[in-house]
């Protein structure tokens, strides 16, 4: 069964740092695409992260520098290391295999003093 589940997320301080984690089962995330997103309520799904099968990573400018993606392929398993977090990233966080449009259930990051 094709399956992602992200872990990590919780309350940090802004300017605080955090890492998320995506288990992959049922697929190896080396040989995919694979993305994380955000959501608050009231907007769009927002693309923040994309790893190509390469290893090329792409960010919106709104994350550059802050956020990083890899992959560590023993664990099969995509993170997302946070830094410098600021109120407005506040969303839940999903992670995502584009192809096919596979979704994880969500985790929720909240920065707040």
């Known amino acids: 069964q094709v399956q992602l589940v992200e872990s990590g997320g919780g309350l940090v301080q802004p300017g605080g740092s955090l890492r998320l984690s995506c288990e992959a089962s049922g697929f190896t995330v080396s040989g995919y695409a694979m993305a994380w997103h955000r959501q608050t309520p009231g907007k769009e799904r927002e693309l923040v992260a994309l790893?190509?099968?390469?290893?090329?990573?792409n960010y919106p400018d709104s994350v550059r520098v802050r956020f990083t993606i890899s992959l560590d392929n023993a664990k099969n398993t995509v993170y997302l290391h946070m830094a410098n977090l600021a109120p407005d990233d506040t969303a839940v966080y999903y992670c995502?295999?584009?192809?096919?449009?596979?979704w994880g259930q969500g985790t929720q990051v909240t920065v707040s003093s």
């Open positions: 790893i190509a099968t390469g290893g090329h990573s």
């Open positions: 995502n295999r584009p192809i096919a449009a596979i």
